[in-house]
């Protein structure tokens, strides 16, 4: 069906979408992420190749608003259009399960922050914290069935109200930074490196679970390279969004507007990211970063101003969370609803209610994040399990996003009478996909193993969307892609289970 007039969104309503769904989590969790992973020279080479590569990606997302009108349905469909059905079915899957797994993420992290002054809530894996959780993810539930364009209304509202803090915390650390603590941190040298907290400590900044296995003492100097190569993981989830007015492109006012929005959000998103890292590197010593517990940027400035800045920052977090699990659950259930259109997935997420959501797509996404809640209760390190698989998985899509974008420039395919900017787009879109591999690699094998199993099992949407079409199901490239998938699956399954990969 068609979106109504009612529901078209403007720019900047897109350009909320795209600021709510990257500013979520992962900023308030820098200053320890970074501090643990490299120092300042070394967070200012990574923010420089992940905040390069990212702006390459956003001027893909640009440039192919701009010459695919007619594709407006986000990173899924480019992928169908430029490599299969498969392939598409495969990006749209990834997606929708990194945004589950992503909105997981986001749970866990609230109850982690309300975990540090009500200890039932533990580190966000308790039961506790589950009840609770599933209580605002039902609620959030209704509140998007009721209308598309009432939850994008209510996300600006709250991509205000999270900026709030975070530019004041911007603020302040700028007046407290001071020069020799910073240059103290600025090579990341050994003698910065974190040690094991004694129970004292422990108590003073209550880790977070997986915090303390992160910051073994370090017995050798970590080379320039692994520092960074360690510092880019973190920037891939902080990063994931920035697709989002390419996903709602259906509902943009203008069409040109979708472009816009995404450069814009991507902009001041990384402006921000960059000041949080690095003026925190002014304010305390390396040890001390790595040491807090999530958020860590509350750490940071209790530090400065008292304990009311824990209070303070927790409670902007709390906001930027929720805002950006509703953008993100937005971008979930439009995924599946437009692969089911375009016939990658069953016809049953077509389904719309009388306020023009996909309904089943949203029950489907809502349940999906139900079950990953649960399991996480038996993971050790949910929040570090949660963005890393989450990066991992949506890296896929956006891989094929740039190599498409690539493909059209390389064959000259819509400049056959407009030429212009064709260097310069077949430019971006080649480190668009060198930045895409680069990141994959950084994150490492075990994650692409464990994405392999939502990959493979989950291929059994796209037969079933086949045989409603009655047609065949893979081309021989495509065949080999899924066995090669399933496989992966295997492998995954059988390390889990021996304890060779641990979640």
């Known amino acids: 069906m068609a979106s109504s007039s009612v529901n078209k969104l403007s720019l900047w309503s897109l350009t909320a979408l ?18 643990r992973a490299t120092g300042g020279f070394g967070a200012i080479i990574a923010w420089c190749i992940a905040g390069g590569g990212m702006l390459m990606l956003a001027f893909v997302f640009q440039s192919l608003a701009q010459r695919k009108p007619d594709l407006d349905s986000g990173v899924f469909i480019y992928a169908k259009a430029g490599f299969g059905d498969y392939l598409g079915f495969a990006s749209a899957l990834g997606f929708w399960a990194g945004t589950c797994i992503g909105n997981v993420s986001y ?108 910051i073994m003492p370090t017995q050798e100097p970590e080379s320039l390279f692994s520092q960074i190569r360690s510092a880019m993981l973190v920037t891939v989830f902080v990063f994931l969004g920035i697709e989002g007015a390419s996903v709602y492109s259906r509902y943009a006012k203008e069409r040109r507007h979708v472009g816009i929005a995404t450069v814009m959000g991507f902009i001041g998103v990384l402006g921000l990211l960059v000041l949080v890292t690095l003026l925190s590197y002014g304010v305390l010593l390396r040890p001390d970063l790595a040491g807090l517990r999530q958020p860590s940027m509350a750490g940071v400035l209790e530090a400065v101003v008292g304990p ?38 069953p016809k049953v997420f077509m389904t719309e209610n009388k306020h023009d959501v996909p ?106 969307a086949k045989r409603e079409q009655r047609v065949a199901l893979f081309n021989k490239t495509e065949l080999g892609i899924f066995a090669i998938v399933m496989v992966a699956a295997i492998v995954a399954i059988y390390r889990i289970a021996t304890g060779i990969i641990t979640i």
């Open 18 to 35: 795209v600021v709510g769904s990257m500013i979520g989590a992962g900023i308030f969790s820098l200053p320890a992420t970074f501090g």
């Open 308 to 345: 009311w800045g824990r209070v303070f920052i927790s409670v902007g977090l709390i906001v930027s969370v929720l805002g950006a699990y509703l953008s993100w659950s937005l971008l979930a259930a439009e995924v599946l609803f437009s692969a089911a259109k375009h016939q990658s997935m």
């Open 107 to 214: 749970f866990v992290l609230i109850k982690s922050t309300m975990g540090a002054f009500f200890p039932v809530f533990g580190d966000g894996n308790t039961i506790s914290a589950l009840v609770v959780s599933s209580i605002i993810l039902w609620g959030f539930h209704f509140l998007v069935l009721n209308g598309v364009k009432n939850a994008a209304t209510i996300n600006t509202i709250a991509t205000v109200a999270k900026i709030v803090p975070i530019i004041a915390f911007v603020g302040v650390l700028i007046f407290a930074f001071q020069s020799d603590i910073f240059m103290q941190n600025f090579w990341g040298s050994p003698a910065a490196a974190p040690m094991m907290p004694d129970l004292e400590h422990l108590n003073d900044y209550g880790y977070a679970g997986h915090a303390a296995a992160a």
């Open 359 to 464: 309904s089943a797509a949203v029950w489907l996404t809502n349940i999906t994040i139900q079950v990953f809640l649960i399991l996480m209760l038996f993971s050790q390190y949910a929040f570090q399990l949660a963005i890393e698989l989450t990066s991992s998985l949506i890296l896929i899509p956006y891989l094929l996003v740039a190599a498409y974008r690539l493909k059209l420039a390389w064959t000259g395919e819509t400049y056959e009478t407009d030429k212009r900017d064709h260097r310069k787009d077949l430019t971006f879109a080649l480190l668009a996909t060198l930045y895409a591999l680069l990141m994959l690699y950084a994150g490492g094998m075990k994650y692409l193993l464990l994405s392999a199993v939502i990959y493979g099992p989950g291929s059994v949407l796209y037969i079933m």
